[in-house]
């Protein structure tokens, strides 16, 4: 029987985002035929978007700042799923998400925007998200509808490992990953419809053309390598404006 290909990729700053990591992997590997490639970002430039496409499943482990994700994960999203993304290379995988974090108050230190932040990047990339049921065991103390949220620190911000139950649900939440995508192993390119191709080849060959080569952090003022002047052969919209002010400002 053909083996299911499950991506882990996180990062973590003081190892509470590897506990839970761990537990993840762990449960992936516990449905038979399912393997996990585990990838922990130093810079969040680790792996193309060719790598990541090549597997059917994707989970992103973070740890929370300021009730959004880590700065290595953003930056994966921004420089490899979003390339991914401009010619649909990730349609129809799986995807779940997890993460760690402590705020004062033991308010859950913006666990949900976190996770609904890098969910939505998967959406985009027409993706099949994983949700956290609450009959999952351990997510009486875990539980966020989106994926487990593990605590890191009490109402004072006191520090302490993720407890057992944020631990089990972590666990639990790989295995159902796991099993999702191998039920649907072999079938990602029958789920949704396609022939919509946008944006053209042209402009997907540009993109990644630039993208690969150094060039200033900010560009200077009149530099744009994605500028267009005229459309692209076959374009369509609702809005007709003359050449001259199709990129006037209201």
Same mark, same amino acid.
């Given at each position: 029987?053909?083996?299911?290909?499950? *991506? &882990?990729?996180?990062?973590?700053?003081?190892?509470?985002?590897? #506990? +839970?990591?761990? =537990?993840?992997?762990?449960?992936?590997?516990?449905?038979?035929?399912?393997?996990?490639?585990?990838?922990?970002?130093?810079?969040?430039?680790? +792996?193309?978007?060719?790598?990541?496409?090549?597997?059917?499943? &994707?989970?992103?482990?973070?740890?929370?700042?300021?009730?959004?994700?880590?700065?290595?994960? #953003?930056?994966?999203?921004?420089?490899?799923?979003?390339?991914?993304? *401009?010619?649909?290379?990730?349609?129809?995988?799986?995807?779940?998400?997890?993460?760690?974090?402590?705020?004062?108050?033991?308010?859950?230190?913006?666990?949900?925007?976190?996770?609904?932040?890098?969910?939505?990047? +998967?959406?985009?990339?027409?993706?099949?998200?994983?949700?956290?049921? #609450?009959?999952?065991?351990?997510?009486?103390?875990?539980?966020?509808?989106?994926?487990?949220?593990?605590?890191?620190?009490? =109402?004072?911000?006191?520090?302490?490992?993720?407890?057992?139950?944020?631990?089990?649900?972590?666990?639990?939440?790989?295995?159902?990953?796991?099993?999702?995508?191998?039920? &649907?192993?072999?079938?990602?390119?029958?789920?949704?419809?396609?022939?919509?191709?946008?944006?053209?080849?042209?402009?997907?060959?540009?993109?990644? =053309?630039?993208?690969?080569?150094?060039?200033?952090?900010?560009?200077?003022?009149?530099?744009?390598?994605?500028?267009?002047?005229?459309?692209?052969?076959?374009?369509?919209?609702?809005?007709?404006?003359?050449?001259?002010?199709?990129?006037?400002?209201?």
């Amino acid at each position: 029987m053909a083996t299911s290909r499950v *991506l &882990l990729v996180w990062t973590t700053e003081t190892n509470s985002t590897r #506990k +839970m990591a761990d =537990a993840v992997r762990k449960g992936v590997q516990s449905v038979p035929h399912v393997s996990c490639t585990d990838v922990v970002l130093e810079t969040g430039t680790e +792996m193309t978007f060719e790598e990541v496409a090549a597997h059917d499943a &994707l989970i992103l482990g973070t740890p929370v700042r300021h009730r959004n994700m880590h700065h290595r994960i #953003k930056r994966f999203i921004e420089e490899t799923l979003e390339t991914a993304w *401009l010619d649909d290379r990730m349609v129809g995988m799986v995807g779940g998400t997890f993460s760690i974090g402590g705020g004062h108050g033991d308010a859950g230190a913006g666990a949900e925007m976190c996770q609904l932040g890098m969910l939505a990047a +998967m959406a985009a990339n027409g993706m099949i998200l994983t949700p956290l049921p #609450k009959c999952t065991p351990g997510a009486d103390h875990a539980g966020l509808h989106w994926g487990p949220a593990g605590r890191s620190g009490g =109402a004072r911000m006191e520090p302490y490992w993720p407890s057992e139950p944020m631990v089990q649900a972590a666990f639990h939440h790989g295995a159902n990953i796991a099993r999702l995508t191998h039920a &649907l192993h072999g079938r990602r390119n029958d789920i949704f419809v396609r022939g919509n191709e946008a944006p053209a080849a042209d402009l997907v060959a540009a993109f990644r =053309a630039g993208a690969a080569q150094d060039r200033p952090a900010v560009p200077d003022a009149d530099a744009n390598p994605a500028y267009r002047r005229t459309a692209p052969d076959g374009f369509v919209s609702g809005v007709t404006k003359s050449d001259d002010d199709q990129f006037d400002t209201p």
